[in-house]
C-alpha cells in the first residue's frame, strides 16, 4: 500500500543501537505521492521526513514501539507561510507515537501523521492555486477596465452616462466611444456569450476589431458585416457577440445605426417608450451576413437607453423577472432633466432583487439624452395644402436661415404653421433662398403627414 503509494520512497538508517530489550535508530525519508493513500487521490507532492523510532523487543517479536517524527515542509510552502498563506488545519510541527501494543508503519500514529500532513499539504495546494486564480482574474480585470472608456464624451447639449458591472471579475460586456470626423461620435454596446475570462476575451477582440474597422468605413451596417466575417474565422463555433453600432451627429441629432442581435435600445419620445429596431444576426455566427441600417432624429428632450440582458433578465427572489415592460415604462417616465436615467434603473433594480441578490449576468448601461436647450432641433413646417409651393424642408439650424419669432400661431395665410416640437423655443426656422422660394436640397423633406423620409437623387433641385 505504501509502495504504491509513494513508489519512489527512500529510507535511510542514519544511527541503530540496542540495551536491554529496546532498540532504537534515527531515520529519513523521502518519496512522492503518486498513488492513492487512506483515500487521498495522488496529490503529486514530494514528501521529506525524519524520526527516532524506539521498539522493545521481546522473545525475537516488537511488543511495543515509539517514534517521533518531523515531515518538513518545502520551500514553497515556507514561502506561502511566510506570505500570510493560511487554511483552517495546522501543520504538524512534529508528531510523537503513545505506546503501541503493535508495531508496524501501517498501524502507527505515524501512518495517522502522513494522512494528516498530506491533507494539509493537498488543502494548502489548493488554497495556492486558487490564490493564483484570484491574482490572475484580478490582473485580467484591470486590462479589462482599461479597455473600456475612462470617461463619457461631453457633447454641447448632450448627457452620456454608462455603467458597467460584470456578475465574475471579469466579464463579456462592453461598450465604447469613437470619435470620428465632422464631429461626429460613434457608440458601440455588446455582449459576448458566456461570462468570465473566455467571455472577456471575445470581448477584447472584437472591441479590437471594431475600433480598427470603424476608423476607415462609415456605414454602420457595413462596420457590422466586416466584423462579423473576420470573427466568424476566429472565435469558437457557437461563441457570438450581439453588438449595437451607431454614429451620432451631434449638431442635427441625426443617428445612423445598426444591430447584430443586440438588445433593442429604448428610446424615450415626446413622453413615450419606442424601440431603435435594425435586423442583423450576431457577430461570428455567418460569415457573409448583411446588417440592415437605419436612421432617426433625436429631437431636443429625446433620450435613448442602450443595455445588455444582463438588467432585464434579472430575477427577484420570488422567480419573477425585471423585464421589457418594467424597463419601458421607467424609461417613458423618466426625462434627462429629472436626474441619470442609469441611477435610476439600478436603484429600482436593487429595489426589485432586493438584499442578498447574486447578480447572475453582466449588466452594461448607456445613455444618451438631449437637454432642453441642446439643439433647436429638426423642426416641422407645414406648408398650406393650397399653396403652390413644395413642403418645407426639415432643416438644421446650422443651416442658412432667418429665424421667425412666433409669439402666437400664425394666420393660415401665411401659409406657415407654429412649431410644436419638444424644443422650449417657439420659434420656426424658415431657409430663404435668393429666388425667395423654400430650398430643394438637404437629406430629408418633410411630407404632410409628418414622417421624416430620406429623400431621392431625383427629389434634389439644382440651385443654380
Not at 517479536?61 to 517524527?69: D, L, M, N, Q
Not at 423577472?321 to 429600482?348: K, T
Not at 424644443?423 to 423633406?445: D, L, N, Q, W, Y
Request: one cysteine or more; a negative charge; proline letters at 5%.
Amino acid at each position: 500500500m505504501f509502495r504504491e503509494a509513494f513508489p519512489d520512497v527512500k529510507v535511510t538508517m542514519n544511527d541503530i543501537f540496542g540495551r536491554g530489550d529496546r532498540v532504537a535508530y534515527r531515520w529519513s525519508a523521502s518519496g512522492t505521492h503518486l498513488g492513492e493513500w487512506a483515500g487521498i487521490a495522488p496529490t503529486g507532492l514530494h514528501m521529506t521526513m525524519k524520526g527516532i523510532t524506539i521498539l522493545r523487543v521481546v522473545g525475537g517479536k516488537c511488543v511495543e514501539a515509539w517514534t517521533s517524527e518531523d515531515i518538513s515542509r518545502t520551500k514553497e510552502e515556507q514561502r506561502w507561510l511566510s506570505e500570510g498563506g493560511r487554511i483552517h488545519e495546522p501543520y504538524l510541527e512534529g508528531v510523537t507515537n503513545l505506546p503501541l501494543a503493535v508495531a508496524g508503519l501501517h498501524h502507527s500514529a505515524g501512518n495517522e501523521a502522513l494522512i494528516r500532513t498530506l491533507t494539509w499539504r493537498f488543502r494548502a495546494a489548493q488554497a495556492q492555486e486558487r490564490e493564483r486564480i484570484e491574482q490572475e482574474l484580478q490582473v485580467a480585470r484591470q486590462i479589462q477596465q482599461e479597455l473600456l472608456p475612462e470617461s463619457v464624451p461631453e457633447l454641447d447639449g448632450w448627457q452620456i452616462a454608462s455603467y458597467y458591472g460584470p456578475a465574475r471579475e471579469v466579464g463579456g460586456d462592453f461598450y465604447d466611444f469613437v470619435n470620428l470626423s465632422r464631429g461626429r461620435l460613434g457608440l458601440i454596446v455588446g455582449d459576448a456569450t458566456g461570462h468570465g475570462m473566455p467571455a472577456a476575451l471575445v470581448m477584447a477582440t472584437t472591441r479590437g476589431m471594431l475600433r480598427a474597422v470603424v476608423q476607415s468605413v462609415e456605414s454602420p451596417g457595413e462596420v457590422l458585416a466586416r466584423v462579423n466575417d473576420a470573427l466568424a474565422a476566429d472565435i469558437p463555433p457557437s461563441t457570438f457577440v450581439t453588438c449595437f453600432y451607431g454614429i451620432l451627429d451631434p449638431e442635427s441629432g441625426r443617428f445612423i445605426y445598426a444591430n447584430a442581435g443586440h438588445n433593442l435600445p429604448c428610446r424615450r419620445h415626446n413622453n413615450q417608450a419606442d424601440e431603435l429596431r435594425a435586423r442583423g444576426m450576431p457577430l461570428g455566427l455567418m460569415p457573409g451576413t448583411a446588417y440592415e441600417e437605419k436612421e432617426a432624429v433625436l429631437d431636443s428632450g429625446d433620450s435613448v437607453l442602450f443595455y445588455s440582458d444582463g438588467l432585464v433578465e434579472a430575477h427577484n427572489p420570488e422567480g419573477g423577472m425585471f423585464g421589457f415592460p418594467r424597463l419601458r415604462r421607467l424609461v417613458a417616465e423618466h426625462a434627462a432633466e429629472e436626474g441619470s436615467l442609469v441611477d435610476i434603473l439600478m436603484d429600482e433594480l436593487r429595489s426589485f432583487t432586493g438584499d442578498g441578490w447574486e447578480q447572475e449576468d453582466d449588466i452594461t448601461l448607456l445613455t444618451l439624452a438631449t437637454t432642453s436647450a441642446s439643439f433647436a432641433g429638426t423642426h416641422m413646417v407645414d406648408w398650406r395644402a393650397d399653396s403652390t409651393r413644395p413642403p418645407m424642408e426639415m432643416v438644421s439650424p446650422t443651416a442658412r436661415a432667418t429665424t421667425i419669432k412666433a409669439a402666437a400661431p400664425l394666420s393660415a395665410s401665411t401659409g406657415i404653421a407654429k412649431h410644436t416640437g419638444t424644443s422650449t423655443a417657439s420659434t420656426v426656422i424658415v431657409i430663404m433662398c435668393e429666388r425667395g422660394r423654400p430650398p430643394e436640397h438637404g437629406p430629408f423633406k418633410e411630407c404632410v403627414s409628418g414622417q421624416k423620409q430620406r429623400r431621392s437623387p431625383k427629389d434634389q433641385c439644382n440651385r443654380s
